[in-house]
């Protein structure tokens, strides 16, 4: 199944973000995402100004909104949103994971320079929190 459905392109305006664009990728909800609009924009927002930061180079920005993003999918309380949730959480972990591939190739490239080396610490704590929360 593809992930990366649910979050809008990294060209996409943040300004114009509807929520309702894109209801098919909602896993089986029956409300068709009327419960969690607010923080399915939030979401949104938090994880394309991730993506932004991440291609400016702005590594801790980046790890900041994807983990306020990680973390307002805590605010989903249905029972119903489970699948969703899960699905929300696996896609924003992967990208965590690419901004930790990144990180470790900066770090361990022919022109390596120690400057990621805490970015690289944080993101690799902000894993190990994703990992413990699933």
């Keep these: 199944m593809k992930r990366n459905w649910l979050f809008l392109s990294p060209k996409t305006e943040t300004d114009n973000l509807n929520v309702e664009q894109d209801n098919s990728g909602l896993v089986g909800c029956p409300y068709g995402g009327r419960n969690c609009k607010r ?3 939030v979401i949104h927002k ?11 180079k702005k590594f801790q920005l980046a790890i900041k909104f994807l983990k306020s993003a990680y973390y307002k999918t805590d605010e ?23 901004l930790q591939k ?4 900066l770090n361990n490239g022919i ?5 990621y080396d805490d970015v690289y610490t944080e993101v690799q704590n902000a894993l ?5 929360n699933n």
């Design 39 to 41: 923080q399915l924009t």
């Design 46 to 56: 938090h994880y394309l100004n991730s993506s932004k930061y991440q291609k400016e």
């Design 76 to 98: 989903l309380k249905h029972s119903t949103c489970a699948k969703c949730i899960a699905l929300f959480r696996a896609t924003i972990t992967d990208s965590m994971e690419e």
């Design 102 to 105: 990144e990180l470790h190739r």
């Design 111 to 115: 022109f390596r320079k120690n400057r």
């Design 128 to 132: 190990r929190d994703f990992y413990r």
